[in-house]
Each structure stands twice: as C-alpha cells, then as structure tokens.
C-alpha cells in the first residue's frame, strides 16, 4: 500500500503542481504548448519571398483576443465545452485525418491534449496573458464583410435547406451513447458529422443504431475500424445527405456495399484495408457521385481499378 501511494505521489509530481491539482494556468502551461506547435501557422500576416503569408484559415493563435476571435468558420473555443471547441477536438482526431492538428510533427501528447481539454472545461481563463493585440480591428472588419464561398460550402448549404441546427444537448447525448464524436460539420450548420475518436475503438451495430436520429442531417461519417453488418450498412444506406463515409479497416465486404450504392450525395468513399473484392465493382461504378474513392489494400484489382476510373467520370482513385 505505502508503495503503490509512493508511486502515485511521483506520478502526479510529473505534471505542473496546477495541472495535478485541477488549476490550469494558460500563460505557465497552455501558451506554452500553443506557441511550440500551432503558432508557426497561425500567427500575424508576415512577407516571405515576396509574398503575403496570412494565417491558416484566417486564425490567429498568438493573443488572447484573437483565439476568441476565431478563425474564418467561426469560433474554435466554447468556455466549459472541450467537446465544442475545435481548438481541443481537432488535436484528438486520428492522425492521418485532414483535420487533425498539428498537422506536421508527432501529433501533442496525452498530457498535453489534457492540459487544453482541462482548460477549456475549466472557463477558459487566460488570466493576465493578453498576447498579441495587432491587427485586431483588421480582422474584425474582415469578419464582417461578405467572403468568397468555394463551391464545396455552397454545395453544403445547398443540401442543408429545410433543415434547422439540432439542440446541443441531443449531440451532446449521443456523443455519449456512442463514444464518437458528434459536432456540426460547421458553426451553424445543422449538417452533422460523426467520427471514431480513437483506433482502439470498435463501433458495431449498437452505435450505428443509435445515430438514427440523424437521418436527414448526416453528412459525414468515421467508421473507421467497425464491425459491420449488412443491417448495419443497410442502416448507413438511409443517411442519404452523406458526402463523406469513411470505412477504412472495417469489416466490410461486397454484401455490404450493395447497401451503400443509393448514397446519391456522396463525393468522398474510403474503403482503405476493407474486405471488399472485384465484384464489388459493379456497386462502386453505380456511385456517379464520387469525386473520390480510396481502395488501398482492399480486395479490387487494379484491372478494377481501371474500370472505375472509366466508368465513374473524373473520379480519383487511389491509388
């Protein structure tokens, strides 16, 4: 017993005094982490070889009033809620994923994921710390005017009509039945997307059940690694807004993907390390919608392969 509390006392002397008993102080703990990985990229608008380097999406990490200024899709920080602020939830995601942050270098830490997911829950208090304070009125002014939108968000808003944002709580509520992270694909919006949070994860049956409610909001969808049934494909058949389904390294055969082939607006399909065959080819070449399908390590030829860049017009096939 007296050992086992030894160990536990050096455990917790490991971490900063605050962070082991429940005070996060930004300026000691948070900045420091801010400012080694996420800086670089988002920072105050500097010349290099000519030319103007703005930050990434429009975010700014290196003062106080532009983190809660945001970036150009919205706010990153919700005060109390590390499930709604993006600037924890982009660092959980799987490495390989587009969104995840930092997308360069080893993704942060455990300890350092827990230090941002604790001060965000804890009020997000920058105490004293303001940071930078340049260039605010400028991005403040930018917020206001009307900004170009690129084709893919107008096509989002477009499959968005008629629909209202669901209540937070009912998110919030399956985010917890299922283990997976559910958050609208944009602030606003009342299209949704749900993913896998950690590749040890195993979602069946019982999770795909539990998304029902999202039926006519669904647009993007994890499931990476899952246990899939043809009920359960027949499941995900019904969320006909999807335009982003990923099933890399599930369990899925040909059988399954015949309950896929309906998904009229789908533009993205991982079926990376699937158990799909050749014969699924038939299915896949039935989906006009792609733009993009991903069949590394899966069971289709590249003779198939071929076929499909035929017949599925200016799709990109990889590899």
Known sequence: MR???HLLLLFLLSFPSSWAFGVIEFEKEVWPILS???VECHKAPYEQAGRLKEPK???RLDGAAHIL???DDGSVLKANHPSRSTLYTRTILPADDADHMPPKGDPLTRKQKEIIRKWIAQGADFGTWEGATDGLDESVTKRDKPKYVPGHLRFFDDLSQGLKPLPQKMLDELSQATGMLVRPIGLGSPLIEVRVVSSAQRITDREITALSPLV???AKLDLTGADLSVQACKKIGAFKKLTNLSLRRSNLDDQGLVELQGLSSLRTLNLTETKVTDSAAVSLARMKSLDSLYLW???ISEDKREFLR????GVK???
Not at 310 to 313: A, E, H, P
Request: aromatic share 0%.
């Open 216 to 218: 006519k909001h669904l």
């Open 317 to 319: 096939v990889t590899p």
């Open 36 to 38: 080694e990985r996420c």
């Open 69 to 71: 200024l945001g970036s």
């Open 3 to 5: 050992q086992t509390v």
């Open 57 to 59: 999406a429009g975010l």
């Open 297 to 299: 390590k899966s069971g």
């Open 310 to 313: 035929s017949r599925l017009n």
